[in-house]
């Protein structure tokens, strides 16, 4: 999971990307980057860090330019220590190209032999979206004609990207001099909006992440990007699109709607918000039949993504919703940080108790899921110290029980609590007296009935079942041994990937 941007304007951009960057901080901490062109040159500057901490003023001001593109990092493949993996990527050849990915290649390591075999391409970093921007330009360079890109070539080189890679990628592409280009793989895993705004100097474009970015620079929402669909937005403000898949298929991935996403968002025509409060109605009906003489006091969610879900659970059992945890807002998102040494570190500093809504209460918790397990045992273990008698805990998605290999940092199944514990050895392991599992069922029902219209989902992390059909067992293997030394390499050796060759454009490593 990373946050992509991208603007056509008729003003400076700089502070337009950094503001819509600081919007999707929530899907990446670790690497932020912003690019700009003006006539036929790019500006660039990225590093490690929060976008706060890889932008000072005269790096603003170094951004000149109408237009760029934005990316805040989350690493699932490559070195989550190393900045020359912070994006955007570049390339000369052809016309010069600039690149920001949100997604995961499961061809990736293919895909890097045939680049340096067949296309006479050289990858520089372990980033599955340098693969990706090289396998662009090769197939944008085969299929132009002249000195300057058309928007034909353009198209065919987006074809030409979904015929070699398989995954999910939403990608946003600088082309110099002549436009912005967006677009989405054939199954929409990654999610992709654009919007619009009409000025006196005519019409302005800004693709993004999600919506909650055109929301707050005061862009129209028009629509997602479709799966398959490149759109192609130039410098003088004109948009044209055309669909570049063969079979397109709209199957979004489900932990979006439950974690990822920030709930004032809307995605593939699904407000997350609403979508949040249906996984309560349907978590409130489980419960019920669950635990029928269950005795609860107060219904306190687990901030942040879980509040809509809690506060319909408690409405529907009739019992006062409480605010028991307040979180330190200078402390990262504990599922995304490296490492599960930082990530268990990091839970008591990120949450403290309000020990008047746990002291001598039955509590019922409501989190918006159970992935490895050790932030729950450690919520349960706080709420326990503050005084609560007896701490049930629900879960608004189903039990991960697989890899995620679409852009999402579950590599291992080894650390899945889920994956090879029943239910009753899960409530154990974290201590709660009990605990209940949203159906995976319910939980797309509760998206769908936002959204009739979304027919499949991406829901391999909860049933095993890969929507691009090219995920082998000896693939999982493969990147499971490969996750479980990246975590070993950064918990025993913090950094020790910065010091490969870094070949992009400069970093001011004293911003």
């Not at 669909?229 to 570049?244: N, S």
């Amino acid at each position: 999971m990373c946050g992509i941007i991208g603007v056509v304007a008729h003003q400076p951009v700089n502070q337009l990307l950094y503001d819509g960057l600081m919007v999707l901080q929530h899907r990446g901490q670790d690497a932020a980057g912003i690019a700009t062109g003006s006539d036929d040159r790019f500006y660039m500057h990225k590093g490690p860090g929060l976008v706060r901490d890889v932008f000072r003023t005269r790096n603003m001001r170094s951004l000149v330019g109408n237009w760029g593109i934005g990316h805040v990092r989350y690493p699932t493949a490559g070195d989550a220590c190393n900045p020359a993996e912070a994006q955007p990527f570049y390339v000369n050849s052809p016309f010069g190209l600039l690149l920001a990915h949100n997604g995961n290649l499961t061809n990736g390591e293919a895909l890097k032999r045939e680049i340096f075999e067949t296309d006479l391409r050289h990858i520089n970093t372990n980033s599955d979206s340098e693969i990706l921007l090289n396998v662009f330009a090769h197939e944008l360079a085969a299929a132009s004609k002249g000195a300057r890109p058309d928007d034909e070539a353009v198209f065919a080189a987006v074809r030409g990207v979904h015929r070699r890679c398989r995954g999910a990628y939403a990608v946003v592409v600088m082309i110099a001099g002549y436009g912005l280009l967006a677009f989405r793989d054939p199954y929409g895993i990654r999610p992709l909006v654009f919007g619009r705004n009409d000025t006196s100097s005519g019409t302005e474009w800004l693709v993004a992440s999600e919506s909650v970015a055109l929301d707050t620079l005061g862009f129209r929402l028009v629509r997602d990007v479709a799966p398959g669909e490149a759109i192609l937005f130039g410098i003088d403000g004109t948009m044209r699109a055309r669909q570049c898949a063969d079979e397109p298929v709209l199957a979004p991935c489900l932990f979006e709607f439950v974690y990822l996403a920030r709930p004032d968002s809307v995605i593939d025509g699904v407000s997350v918000y609403e979508a949040r409060v249906k996984m309560g109605e349907y978590l409130a009906e489980r419960f019920r039949t669950r635990y029928p003489h269950a005795r609860i006091d107060v219904v306190i969610p687990i901030p942040d993504s879980s509040r809509p879900a809690a506060l319909e659970m408690a409405t529907r059992l009739g019992l006062p919703y409480r605010e028991g945890f307040v979180k330190n807002r200078y402390i990262g998102r504990t599922f995304i940080m490296p490492g599960q040494t930082v990530r268990k570190n990091s839970v008591r500093k990120k949450l403290n108790a309000v020990h008047q809504e746990f002291r001598g209460k039955r509590v019922l918790l409501v989190d918006d899921s159970i992935v490895r397990g050790t932030t729950s045992r450690e919520i349960i273990q706080m709420a326990r110290d503050a005084g609560a008698v007896e701490v049930f805990l629900a879960s608004a998605a189903p039990p991960v029980l697989y890899a995620n290999v679409y852009g999402i940092d579950m590599p291992s199944r080894r650390e899945l609590i889920a994956a090879y514990c029943d239910e009753e050895e899960v409530r154990r392991q974290i201590g709660a007296d009990g605990l209940l599992y949203q159906e995976l069922e319910d939980l797309k029902r509760a998206i769908q009935s936002v959204n009739p219209s979304i027919q499949r989902f991406e829901s391999s992390c909860f049933d095993g079942c890969y929507i691009t059909g090219d995920v082998t067992p000896e693939y999982l293997e493969r990147i499971e041994r490969r996750g479980e030394d990246s975590v070993a390499s950064r918990e025993g050796e913090e950094g020790a990937g910065a010091a490969q060759l870094d070949l992009n454009l400069p970093l001011d490593q004293d911003a």
